[in-house]
């Protein structure tokens, strides 16, 4: 994967960095030459994900830091920019999920998701704006399939990434003009992530993979590689975009994802 792309001498920024996909992510920027800097909130998880990136031999930074705490967020960028100068790819990845009927939600459980997702976003997009290199910067939003196919139990995750691509699509048009390329990536039912394992029994990942089109669950590499690409020049006239990166199951539509949510449709 990193041998087609090089990033030497690019620094990359990855909220919720430390873990599943987004670690997957931060790992193939650094493979591929690139100077890599993760936040979350959890300090052992930061120190694991920093060594671990340093292990490709490229330098890399470990912060703490809450996406709901715009103040911090603000802080952790400056401090990677005064490091290494101008940003040149920041992947926004902090989320949060679980599994809840709308009647059995409490208003702090939807508020807890909306905060994590959607306005995590956007304090991580609007502090990083002054830090990206202009022209040039690439920001790539983790999406989910709720943003556009509605899932019982799941009323505070579809409107919170629902929310995420418009944030999206809306600074596409407004940082265009800085050079700024913004877009999603919409991550299938991906092997070995803790939200997998979270939001869908063994029996329903088993069936989900049987009705994905290409007959397999997803690998973290398959959303890595698409980061890579839109991290690239090979992408530098894609923007606003919403890609789906998930072997063609968000083909199935709403009901195929109520079922594998458990609930009934």
């Not at 990845?93 to 809840?100: D, V």
């Not at 709720?146 to 691509?165: E, R």
């Not at 939001?199 to 890595?224: E, H, K, N, T, Y």
Request: glycine share 12%; aromatic share 4%.
């Amino acid at each position: 994967m990193s041998a087609r792309y090089d990033f030497q001498g690019r620094n990359v920024f990855v909220s919720g960095g430390t873990s599943g996909i987004n670690l997957g992510i931060a790992e193939a920027y650094a493979a591929a030459g690139g100077r890599v800097a993760v936040m979350s909130r959890n300090a052992e998880r930061v120190a694991d994900a920093q060594a671990r990136l340093a292990r490709h031999g490229q330098p890399a930074l470990g912060l703490i830091g809450d996406v709901r705490d715009p103040a911090r967020v603000q802080q952790v960028l400056a401090e990677v920019h005064a490091a290494w100068g101008a940003i040149d790819v920041l992947v926004s990845g902090a989320a949060g999920n679980f599994l809840a009927r709308a009647l059995d939600l409490s208003p702090n459980g939807f508020k807890t998701v909306i905060d994590i997702d959607l306005l995590g976003t956007f304090h991580v997009l609007r502090a990083a704006h002054p830090f990206l290199r202009q022209p040039g910067a690439s920001i790539i939003n983790i999406s989910a399939p709720q943003s556009y196919n509605p899932a019982p139990m799941q009323v505070h995750a579809c409107a919170a990434k629902a929310g995420v691509d418009q944030v999206m699509r809306v600074l596409a048009m407004e940082w265009g003009s800085h050079g700024i390329r913004v877009n999603s990536i919409v991550p299938g039912p991906i092997e070995g992530t803790t939200g997998l394992a979270k939001l869908a029994s063994d029996d329903a990942r088993a069936r989900m993979a049987g009705r994905v089109p290409l007959g397999r669950l997803g690998r973290l590499s398959d959303i890595a590689a698409m980061a890579l690409f839109l991290g690239s020049e090979d992408a530098s006239y894609i923007t606003g975009a919403l890609i789906p990166v998930d072997g063609g199951i968000s083909l199935l539509g709403a009901r195929n994802h109520a079922i594998d949510s458990g609930a009934q449709a």
